[in-house]
Nanobody
């Protein structure tokens, strides 16, 4: 079965950095486009970043453009999101996914930006 295990979140002050990780399994990771989503408290899901199957195309939401970097490691079937200069508005539960039909979400990893 398809599984996503997110980690790396935590409490950080504005201006700080975090590196989120996602361990994926149950599908052909090396042939899959991968994405990071987030859900702020009381709000809907927002696509934060995406990377295509071979890593040559990457895109970011305007809200994180210039402050984030998505990457993958095929040998580990892992997806990463480096987030720098974090802002209060970045507070959310972060999820990774391949957007596959019939897929499910992992537990997510919480990012809290607070003074």
């Amino acid at each position: 079965q398809v599984q996503f295990v997110e980690s790396g979140g935590g409490l950080v002050q504005p201006g700080g950095s975090l590196r989120l990780s996602c361990a994926a399994s149950g599908f052909d990771f090396s042939d899959s486009n991968m994405y990071w989503f987030r859900q702020p408290p009381g709000k809907g899901l927002e696509e934060v970043a995406g990377i295509n199957w071979n890593g040559n195309i990457r895109n970011y939401a305007d809200s994180v453009q210039g402050r984030s970097s998505i990457s993958m490691d095929n040998s580990k079937e892992a997806l990463y999101l480096q987030m720098d200069r974090l802002q209060l508005e970045d507070t959310a539960m972060y999820y990774c996914t391949n957007k596959a039909t019939g897929g499910s979400w992992g537990q997510g990893t919480q990012v809290t930006v607070s003074s």
